[in-house]
T-cell receptor, first 116, second 115 residues
């Protein structure tokens, strides 16, 4: 399996622009997670999906952030409008249910976002 | 509420020293899972181990060992005879049924192993 695939790997944009991050989970994984990593706040869970349905979005910072999972093989995280404080590495991860596996999260390589 | 505390922000050791990374967790559930992940300088996150709440057996894998103690809500990680390649940020994580089995992470401990 190719693992979790994220794109773009790097994105530099200007304040106010729309940013869309993409994720393809591992085939067969029911859970998909979006995390944000910064020096100040560490690894924060933004939102997660189970069977394409958003389960908990309490970590989404504000209305400028939105996430979708239109099908089992694709998810997007959108920031509109972007701000410099959104600069971070955004990780996507997928997993099987803990009852069926070790519950291990398989992470993508991350998307490093810089908002100028 | 779920919480994971890694009180050690940074640890620096000399190669071949043993080092223990502390992790304390909070959960109200009786069913939960604990994890350790490694993030080397290259930035990817690598799964190391999972324990479930019903299995308090300690585990050893090569130079790595884990000590799970429910009585103190701790899940500590020891590296024996550390090597430079062990230099990384190590994260402890927790998922439980009340949280829908979402995984939350501690702040991480950055380990420097000097030659």
């Amino acid at each position: 399996d190719a693992g979790v695939i994220q794109s773009p790997r790097h994105e530099v944009t200007e304040m106010g622009q729309e940013v869309t991050l993409r994720c393809k989970p591992i085939s067969g994984h029911d859970y998909l997670f979006w995390y944000r990593q910064t020096m100040m706040r560490g690894l924060e869970l933004l939102i997660y999906f189970n069977n394409n349905v958003p389960i908990d979005d309490s970590g989404m910072p504000e209305d400028r952030f939105s996430a979708k999972m239109p099908n089992a093989s694709f998810s997007t995280l959108k920031i509109q409008p972007s701000e410099p404080r959104d600069s971070a590495v955004y990780f996507c991860a997928s997993s099987l249910p803990p009852s069926l596996s070790s519950g291990e999260l398989f992470f993508g390589e991350g998307s490093r976002l810089t908002v100028l | 509420a779920q919480k994971v505390t890694q009180a050690q922000t940074e640890i620096s050791v000399v190669e071949k020293e043993d080092v223990t990374l502390d992790c304390v967790y909070e959960t109200r559930d009786t069913t939960y899972y604990l994890f350790w992940y490694k993030q080397p300088p290259s930035g990817e996150l690598v799964f190391l181990i999972r324990r479930n709440s019903f299995d308090e057996q300690n585990e050893i894998s090569g130079r790595y060992s884990w000590n799970f103690q429910k009585s103190t809500s701790s899940f500590n990680f020891t590296i024996t005879a550390s090597q430079v390649v062990d230099s990384a940020v190590y994260f402890c994580a927790l998922s439980d049924s009340t949280g829908g089995f979402k995984t939350i992470f501690g702040a991480g401990t950055r380990l420097f192993v000097k030659a």
